[in-house]
């Protein structure tokens, strides 16, 4: 069965936006899950500067169909400049499948209008 999911890596200034952002994408039906992950150095580089700051990680699991939805959300909402959205394909059937097909129906639910 090809399920064509994907897992969007964002990263946040804090919680508090990587949990406003999460919340929408539900309420919208852009996505099935989220995780929070709190207390992340991120080392970079911005307008010829080296960075360090302290982020959050914003785990998005949704549909291929909902991908650019999400994006576009997650742009507006966003505090940054440019926000990291980086979009990766969850293999076929690698994993609990039963939780796959959870995440696909769950990603399938038709968008709030």
């Given at each position: 069965?090809?399920?064509?999911?994907?897992?969007?890596?964002v990263t946040t200034?804090?919680?508090?936006?990587?949990?406003?952002?999460?919340?929408?994408?539900?309420?919208?039906?852009?996505?099935?899950?989220?995780?929070?992950?709190?207390?992340?150095?991120?080392?970079?580089?911005?307008?010829?500067?080296?960075?360090e700051d302290k982020?959050?990680?914003?785990?998005?699991?949704?549909?291929?169909?909902?991908?650019?939805?999400?994006?576009r959300l997650i742009?507006?909402?966003?505090?940054?400049?440019?926000?990291?959205?980086?979009?990766?394909?969850?293999?076929?059937?690698?994993?609990?499948?039963?939780?796959?097909?959870?995440?696909?129906?769950?990603?399938?639910?038709?968008?709030?209008?």
């Amino acid at each position: 069965m090809y399920r064509n999911l994907r897992l969007l890596y964002v990263t946040t200034s804090d919680h508090a936006e990587a949990q406003k952002i999460g919340r929408s994408l539900l309420e919208e039906n852009l996505a099935a899950c989220v995780n929070i992950i709190d207390g992340m150095t991120s080392m970079y580089k911005w307008k010829g500067e080296i960075q360090e700051d302290k982020e959050c990680i914003l785990i998005v699991k949704t549909h291929y169909s909902r991908v650019q939805r999400v994006t576009r959300l997650i742009k507006e909402m966003h505090s940054y400049e440019v926000p990291a959205v980086l979009s990766l394909t969850i293999t076929e059937d690698e994993g609990n499948v039963e939780y796959l097909d959870w995440l696909e129906k769950e990603s399938k639910q038709p968008f709030k209008l």
